[in-house]
C-alpha cells in the first residue's frame, strides 16, 4: 500500500457547486497535513494546512482530517473557473523537518 | 512576500551532457528541497539539504548531485543527462523545524534529447 493515495481525476464541475477532494494514508504518526494547488506549469502553492484532526476554514475552502479513518478532505465551496487546477495532498515524511510526500494529485476543471 | 526563484525555466540539453538547474530563495529559509514531477508518479524528492554544505538523500538521488554553498542558493546537477531525466524540476525552501512552511519555486522544465 502506497503512503499516500489520491484519486487523479478529473474532476470537472459546473462553477458555483461543492468540490470534495480526498487522501488516504496508511502511516499513523502522520500529524500535519497540507492541501497544495497547482496550475499549470507552475509550482505548487500552499493553500491550507492542519495540525491532527478536525477542520480548518478559509473562505471558501474547508480542510478535514480523520485520523481515525487515515483519511484528509478539501472541500471548495461556490467553485470558480479560477479554482481549475491540480490539487495535492502532502504529509511530512520522516518528522517534522518538512520534506513532504505528496499524492499524486487530483486534477479540477470547474466549467462556467 | 517569498521567492524561490528558479532560473531557468525551460532546457534542452543533449545526452551526455552535464546540467546544472538553480534555485535561489529569498526568506533566509534554512531547509531546501529538489524535487521532480512526472505525470502518473507526482513530485518524487531528490535531495534536501538543512544547511549550508549539507545534503540529504531523497527517494530517487540516483544520477544527481547537489550543491550548497551558501545558505540562499541549491543546485541540482545532473552529471550526465539522460532521456529518462526529461522532468519538470522543481524547489522549494523551508524553515528549520517545521512542516507547513514549504515553497515551491515555478518550476523547471528539461528535455533531454
Partial sequence: QKEVEQDPGPLSVPEGA??????TYSNSAFQYFMWYRQYSRKGPELLMYTYSSGNKEDGRFTAQVDKSS?????FIRDSQPSDSATYLCAMPHGGSQGNLIFGKGTKLSVKP | DVK????????VKRTGE???LECVQDMDHENMFWYRQDPGLGL???YF??????KEKGDIPEGYSVS???KERFSLILESASTNQTSMYLCASSVAGTANTIYFGEGSWLTVV
Avoid: A, G, P, W
Avoid at chain 2, 526563484?5 to 525551460?10: A, E, F, K, L, V
Avoid at chain 2, 539539504?49 to 549539507?54: A, G, P
Fill in chain 2, 68 to 70: 550548497r554553498e551558501k
Fill in chain 2, 49 to 54: 539539504s538543512y544547511d549550508v554544505k549539507m
Fill in chain 2, 4 to 11: 524561490v526563484t528558479q532560473s531557468s525555466r525551460y532546457l
Fill in chain 1, 70 to 74: 487515515k483519511y484528509i478532505s478539501l
Fill in chain 2, 18 to 20: 552535464k546540467v546544472f
Fill in chain 2, 44 to 46: 518524487r524528492l531528490i
Fill in chain 1, 18 to 23: 461543492i468540490v470534495s477532494l480526498n487522501c
